[in-house]
Structure formats: structure tokens, C-alpha cells
């Protein structure tokens, strides 16, 4: 059996067709909410308002998808709350990959 050879409009046009369908209409994925993080959320919560956070680890660009949306989304649930942020990078890159994440998360904007 030969493969038939497909011209590239074809392909792009099905792909724009996919890509029209599922703006209009999106899939939903039933993202689930694990124990941990609503205990992480609810301890930002409790905090009183103004509270200092250290935050710091080993991030680096490699585990950016990852590990970038909590920390924005947390960004922003500590700057809602008012809280003082003070990183502690414990690698090299982690410097760059916070100040990344604070760009991100548009918190230091007013």
C-alpha cells in the first residue's frame, strides 16, 4: 500500500479548521484539585494581611512549565492578600527564574 502524498495547503488547512473549532469551542479538562495545593492556598489565606513570605528553592528555566504557573498563581493570591515578598534563590539560575515568574505574575505593577 502506497501512502498518498498530502500538499501542504491540505495539512495547514486542516489544522486551521482544528485550530478555529477548539477556539470556538473548547475541550475542558477536569482539572482536579489535589489535597496539597488547597492546603497550600488556604495557608496564604490564613496568613494576616501584610505578612512577610520567604520564598525560595532551586528553580531553573528547564522546569519552567512545570513550576511556573503555581508559583505565578501564587504570586498574585500573596500580592491580592498585601504580602511582602522576600526571595531566597538557592541556585544559580533561581535569581533570574523568580524575577521571571514577579514579571509573569505583573504583581509589582501598580
Known amino acids: 500500500m502506497k501512502i498518498p502524498e498530502l ?5 495547514w488547512a486542516v489544522l486551521l479548521v482544528i485550530f478555529i473549532v477548539t477556539s470556538i469551542i ?4 477536569p482539572f482536579v ?3 496539597y495545593t488547597l ?7 490564613e496568613l494576616p494581611e501584610g505578612s512577610i513570605v520567604v520564598m525560595g528553592g ?4 528547564a522546569f519552567d512549565l512545570e513550576s511556573s504557573a503555581g508559583m505565578i498563581a501564587t504570586l ?3 500580592a491580592r492578600r498585601g504580602h511582602k515578598l522576600v526571595c531566597a534563590p ?3 539560575e533561581a535569581v533570574q527564574y523568580e524575577k521571571y515568574c514577579i514579571d ?6 501598580k
Open 104 to 109: 509573569m505574575a505583573r504583581v509589582d505593577e
Open 90 to 92: 538557592l541556585a544559580v
Open 7 to 11: 500538499s501542504s495547503r491540505a495539512v
Open 76 to 78: 498574585k493570591q500573596m
Open 39 to 45: 492546603e497550600a492556598y488556604n495557608l496564604f489565606e
Open 58 to 61: 532551586a528553580y531553573v528555566f
Open 26 to 29: 473548547p475541550m475542558g479538562a
Open 33 to 35: 484539585i489535589s489535597e
